[in-house]
């Protein structure tokens, strides 16, 4: 099967709008001859003239007025989807998808998922949150927001900067009748909320402390595989429970819950937004980095979002 370059249905139309070729020729930049050339190309292809020529004048035949019926509108189309796509490049627009961590995407979603869409209204997130990796190229998305150990090792990242650790936490009432653990082995004793993880495992609590290391298998009255539930249940007196500081930061400075062992938890590895080589990016995808740039930098203002 023949296929058919742009010019030439381009030349086949720009013919038709200007009334010859030498006009259309000046509109496409192109040479009279190289036009020429081009629709005696097509027409031989098709084996079928499409224009009546005459030393004065150049009309289309019965074949060319229906030939021209039906490019015109694909032709259109077709350069509307260049258009818009060249807009891209100059005003951040269209869909970003972004796969994370759910814990990860909470730490981000203020001080940078909502300012970026503040300053770029015309952009629409698509934020998906699941525990598995994915090969995010492969699975469509623009961007992959995880801890850096578990980035791969040909991606593009960026360090997000950010000191994140885990909280050992309780409800003040949960401590009315029970002695404060001073070490970690003394939650044993205690109900504790148990965590599952994305495939099937039971978290295990990880602590540290002067080189020692240390893996808990709590027990108590319920496993949970959200955070947001976990935490319900650790404001509730049901037990005690284990999180990223930064899903319980407020909760704690409100009272809400008591945080202990806090020796024990010492900083983790940091978050990274990473990608793989984009060329010729939309401004969307730029505009993000280059904000992902100045919250790892601490240039990006932040704000609480309760």
């Known amino acids: ?147 850096a150990d578990l980035v791969p090792n040909d991606a593009i990242a960026i360090p997000l900067g950010k000191m994140r650790r885990m909280a050992v936490v309780a409800s003040p009432a949960f401590f009315e009748e029970r002695n404060v653990p001073q070490v970690p082995q003394d939650l044993l004793a205690y109900p504790c909320i148990r965590g599952r993880l994305p495939d099937g495992a039971l978290l295990r609590w990880r602590f540290e402390k002067g080189g020692e290391e240390l893996h808990l298998d709590v027990e108590g009255p319920i496993t949970l595989d959200e955070a947001s539930l976990a935490r319900i249940a650790a404001i509730n007196s049901v037990g005690i429970g284990y999180f990223m500081e930064a899903d319980v930061r407020e909760d704690i400075t409100a009272g809400r819950l008591v945080r202990i062992l806090e020796d024990w938890t010492p900083p983790l590895v940091p978050l990274c937004l990473y990608y793989y080589n984009r060329r010729n990016s939309s401004a969307a995808f730029q505009a993000f980095i280059a904000l992902a740039r100045d919250y790892a930098a601490g240039r990006l203002a932040q704000r609480s979002s309760g």
């Open 1 to 147: 099967m023949t296929r058919h370059s742009l010019i030439e249905l381009e030349a086949v139309l720009a013919i038709v709008r200007c009334g010859s070729f030498r006009a259309a020729a000046l509109e496409l930049g192109m040479s009279t001859t190289a036009i020429s050339s081009a629709v005696g190309k097509l027409e031989r292809e098709l084996a079928v003239r499409l224009f009546n020529r005459t030393t004065r004048s150049v009309s289309l035949t019965y074949a060319g007025r229906i030939f021209v019926a039906q490019i015109k509108p694909a032709l259109e189309n077709i350069q509307n989807a260049m258009n818009t796509a060249r807009a891209q490049q100059e005003t951040p627009s269209g869909t970003l998808r972004i796969n994370a961590f759910a814990t990860a995407a909470r730490e981000i979603m203020v001080p940078l998922v909502l300012s970026y869409l503040q300053r770029f209204p015309q952009v629409h997130i698509d934020l998906v949150t699941e525990g598995r990796l994915v090969d995010v190229v492969a699975a469509g998305f623009d961007l992959g927001l995880r801890s």
